[in-house]
C-alpha cells in the first residue's frame, strides 16, 4: 500500500444542530451555525459552502453545494459536551458515565487541596467564564498572590494565576499536582492552567494555557494507527485533551493562526501519516464571548485555510472538518452546547454523498485509510 496522509480538522464549538437529548442539558433549540448565520444576517463562507457545508443544514448566506465533498452531521455516544469528550469521541473512546460538575462550586475538600498544594488562597470557586473572573478578582490576584478558581458546566477545574504573582512554569507544575489530587468522586475531565498578566482593568490571558486531561481509559483509533506504523501528529491543545497518549509529535497551536500555520507546514513536509488539529477561537476567544460577528471572522480565516490546504492535498490524502460541540451564541449562558458535530471529507472517491453517523466515524475511516484495516473492537464505521 503506497503512502497516504490523514487530516483531521475540528472547529472547536462549531456545532450544527442540537442533539435528541440536548433538552437534558438545557440545551433544547440550540444551532451554533444556524444561530451564528442568523444573527451575522448571513455567513460568507466560499469554500465551505462549495465543499458542501450549506448541504449539511440550512444556513443564510451559506446556499447547498452543486457538487458537495462527502458530507452530513454526527454525533457522540456517550454523555459530554466539552472538548476532551468531543476529541476522545472522534478516535473511539466513549466515556461510559460523565464525569463530576460543579455548578455550585468545589466543595471545601476541594479547595483545602489546592490551598495545600499551593500555600496560597482561593478566590472565587463558582462557575464563571474566565474572562469575567480575572476582571473581577485579577487584581487580588495580582496584589496577594491568590489563585482564581472557577469551573463551568462542563467537567473542569480552571486555575487562573498572575504571571507577576505565580510564573507560568510555577502554575504548570500546580496544574500538574492538582490533576493527580483530583482522583475518586472529584476526577474532573480537565485541570487548566491560565495565565494572564497586565493591570487592573487592563488584564489579558496569556498564550500559555495548559489543559491537563484524563487520559483515555480504553484503547483508541489513535493506538491502532501507531500499531500499524502510522506517524501521529497533534497540533494545538489536543495531545493535551489525550494526555499525550497516541501521539508520536506535538505542535504549537495556540491560536487559530499558529494551528493553520502549522497543519499547512505539516502538509508540505509529510510524505504519510495523520494530523489531528485543533482549531480553539472559535471556542475560546468568541464562542464563550457570545462574538458572533468575532465568531464569524474567525470562520472566514478557516474558510481561507480550507483552500490553501485543498492546493496541498493529492490523490492519497483525506482531509476531515468537523466539530466537537456547539457554543450557540443565541442560547443563554456562556457554556458549550450539546449538538451535532458537522462533517466534510475530501478523498478521492466520496461521491458527493451524505453521511450521518456518531463521531467515532470519523477515526474508524482514518484507520482505514491509513493503515487498511479496520479495529472491530472499537466504535465507528467507516465512511471511506
Not at 135 to 150: C, Q
Not at 194 to 213: L, N, S, Y
Request: with cysteine; charged share 20%.
Amino acid at each position: 500500500m503506497r503512502a497516504r496522509r490523514a487530516v483531521v480538522v475540528v472547529l472547536d464549538a462549531v456545532g450544527a444542530g442540537a442533539l435528541p437529548d440536548a433538552a437534558d442539558y438545557g440545551d433544547a433549540g440550540t444551532n451554533t451555525l444556524g444561530h451564528l448565520a442568523e444573527l451575522t444576517g448571513g455567513l460568507e463562507l466560499p469554500n465551505l459552502q462549495r465543499l458542501g457545508l450549506g448541504s449539511i443544514l440550512p444556513l443564510t448566506g451559506v446556499a447547498p453545494a452543486a457538487a458537495p465533498v462527502l458530507h452530513g452531521r454526527l454525533h457522540p455516544l456517550g454523555p459530554g459536551k466539552d472538548s476532551t469528550t468531543g476529541h476522545w469521541e472522534l478516535m473511539g473512546v466513549v466515556a461510559r458515565s460523565p464525569r463530576p460538575t460543579y455548578p455550585d462550586g468545589f466543595p471545601p475538600e476541594v479547595i483545602e487541596t489546592i490551598e495545600r498544594a499551593s500555600g496560597r488562597k482561593v478566590v472565587c470557586n463558582a462557575p464563571n467564564d474566565g474572562l469575567s473572573a480575572i476582571e473581577e478578582h485579577g487584581e487580588e490576584a495580582l496584589r496577594d498572590g491568590a489563585l482564581i478558581v472557577y469551573t463551568s458546566q462542563d467537567s473542569v477545574l480552571q486555575i487562573a494565576a498572575h504571571v507577576n504573582a505565580l510564573s507560568v512554569q510555577d502554575l504548570h507544575r500546580l496544574c500538574a499536582r492538582v490533576r493527580k489530587l483530583m482522583i475518586g468522586e472529584h476526577a474532573v475531565g480537565r485541570v487548566i492552567a491560565r495565565p494572564f498578566a497586565g493591570v487592573p482593568g487592563a488584564f489579558e490571558r496569556t498564550r500559555d494555557r495548559h489543559d491537563f486531561a484524563l487520559p483515555p481509559q480504553s484503547r483508541s483509533h489513535l493506538d491502532e494507527l501507531r500499531e500499524a506504523g502510522v506517524a501521529t501528529h497533534a497540533v494545538g491543545k489536543v495531545g493535551q485533551l489525550f494526555g499525550g497518549r497516541g501521539f508520536d509529535h506535538a505542535h504549537a497551536g495556540a491560536t487559530n493562526a499558529e494551528a493553520i500555520d502549522a497543519t499547512g507546514a505539516l502538509l508540505r513536509e509529510l510524505d504519510a501519516g495523520f494530523v489531528f488539529t485543533n482549531l480553539i477561537e472559535t471556542d475560546q476567544v468568541y464562542g464563550h464571548r457570545k462574538d458572533a460577528d468575532g465568531f464569524h471572522h474567525a470562520l472566514r480565516e478557516i474558510d481561507t485555510a480550507v483552500a490553501g490546504w485543498e492546493a496541498l492535498l493529492g490523490p492519497g490524502d483525506l482531509l476531515v472538518l468537523t466539530a466537537d460541540h456547539g457554543c450557540d451564541p443565541a442560547h443563554p449562558g456562556t457554556d458549550h452546547t450539546r449538538e451535532h458535530a458537522p462533517l466534510l471529507a475530501l478523498f478521492d472517491g466520496h461521491g458527493g454523498r451524505r453521511h450521518d453517523g456518531p463521531l467515532a466515524d470519523v477515526g474508524a475511516s482514518v484507520l482505514r485509510w491509513l493503515a487498511a484495516r479496520d479495529a472491530p473492537a472499537l466504535p465507528g464505521t467507516p465512511f471511506v
